[in-house]
Structures are given as C-alpha cells and as structure tokens.
C-alpha cells in the first residue's frame, strides 16, 4: 500500500515551458487535492476533485489545469510555466463524507518546482 | 471557516513533554478540531481530531477547553523526530463541501537532545 505518491519530485522549469504532475493513490478515495507552499507559508488549495471526472477550483487556481480521468490520479499542468509558480506542490486524498476515516487527509512527499 | 492563532515557534527538551497551544475563539459547533504536522521536507501527516472530548492516540493526546475555544496538543515524551511544524485547523463536518484543509503557518518546535 503506497499511499499517495507524486512524479516528478524535483523539476526545473524555464518560463513559459509547460509540463504535468502526477498524483496517484491506492487508497480508493474520492476526494483529491492539490496544494502549494511557497517558503515559510502553510499549504494553499490549487484545485479539487470530489470524485472521477469532477474537478473545481481552489483559492489559487489561476495558471494550472487538473484532470481526474482515473480514480486514483489527478494530474495538474502548468500551460505556461512563471517564476511566481516556484514552490512545492503536494497532493492529498480521502474518503467521501460519512465513510470510517473519512476525516484524514493523506499527503504525497511533494514536487519541488523550480521556474526560472 | 474559523481561524486558529499558534505561537511561531517551541522548544523543548528530547524526552520531555511538549503542550502546543492553539486559540480558536470563533470555533462553531460543528467544527473539528485537527492537528497535522509536517516533518522537513515531507507532507503533512496526520496526528489527532476531536470535537469536544479528550482524545488520545498513540502519538498524542488533544486536550480541548470546556469552551472550545483552545486546544493543547501535547507529546508525551518528545523525541528528536517530533521536531516539525505542527498545525492546528478547524474543520467542518463537511458532508457536501470541498473539505479541504486550511492551512496557518502552525508553530514549529525545535526539540534539542
């Protein structure tokens, strides 16, 4: 049981290149996340997913796209990679409402992104 | 959602306890309490929920006001792993929302050998 586990873990982009990250789990869960951290700051909601072909729009969405066309992946891009989208990305997953264990978040060890 | 205030930063001894604080003075009925913490260079983990009672598991006890309006997260025995940054949220029951997790800065403890 991996867990959640995210590809690559490290990428150095130049601006204006575009490029996807992958999160899978094997845990069956219906709710995906992807988060950022910028440097000394707690994790911001990029965009969601509550189950497989849904995604919806986080507190940061601008400049990256997801996708949840299988159940145990959700992909983010970056169209047009900039400077300001360096930082550390992390996916999440967890079970529907009401379900045993439905309260943990699961987090993947993160992408760390440069963009130059 | 409700905000939570914790200090920036602890210390303490390996192998004593550890009481972290967290102010939620405009905390709900229904909102959870979580803690999360977040080892270097990893994802946040897991550590603890309630919603009024005391809890206990076997990485921490959650202690929580009569008021509900703070929280202690206390290590029992700190060790040098436990150095992290530990985040106290507040969460919704959240049948039918995003329930994602809103994140502060948490406090970060520095345990020294």
């Known amino acids: 049981n991996a867990g959640v586990t995210q590809t690559p873990k490290f990428r150095v982009l130049k601006t204006g290149q575009s490029m996807t990250l992958l999160c899978a789990q094997d845990m069956n869960h219906e709710y995906m996340y992807w988060y950022r951290q910028d440097p000394g700051m707690g994790l911001r909601l990029i965009h969601y997913?509550?189950?497989?072909?849904?995604?919806a729009k986080g507190e940061v969405p601008d400049g990256y796209n997801v996708s949840r066309l299988k159940k145990q992946n959700f992909l983010l891009g970056l169209e047009s990679a900039a400077p300001s989208q360096t930082s550390v990305y992390f996916c999440?997953?967890?079970?529907?409402?009401?379900?045993?264990?439905?309260?943990?978040?699961?987090f993947g060890p993160g992408t760390r992104l440069t963009v130059l | 959602d409700a905000k939570t205030t914790q200090p920036n930063s602890m210390e303490s001894n390996e192998e004593e306890p550890v009481h972290l604080p967290c102010n939620h003075s405009t905390i709900s009925g229904t909102d959870y309490i979580h803690w999360y913490r977040q080892l270097p260079s990893q994802g946040p983990e897991y550590v603890i929920h309630?919603?009024?009672s005391n809890v206990n598991n076997r990485m921490a006890s959650l202690a929580i006001a009569e008021d509900r309006k703070s929280s202690t997260l206390i290590l029992h025995r700190a060790t040098l792993r436990d150095a992290a940054v530990y985040y106290c949220?507040?969460?919704?029951?959240?049948?039918?929302?995003?329930?994602?997790?809103?994140f502060g800065k948490g406090t970060k403890l520095s345990v020294k050998p």
């Open positions: 309630g919603l009024t």
């Open positions: 997913s509550v189950g497989e072909g849904t995604t």
């Open positions: 999440a997953s967890q079970d529907s409402p009401g379900l045993a264990g439905s309260d943990t978040q699961y």
């Open positions: 949220i507040l969460r919704e029951n959240y049948g039918g929302s995003q329930g994602n997790l809103i």
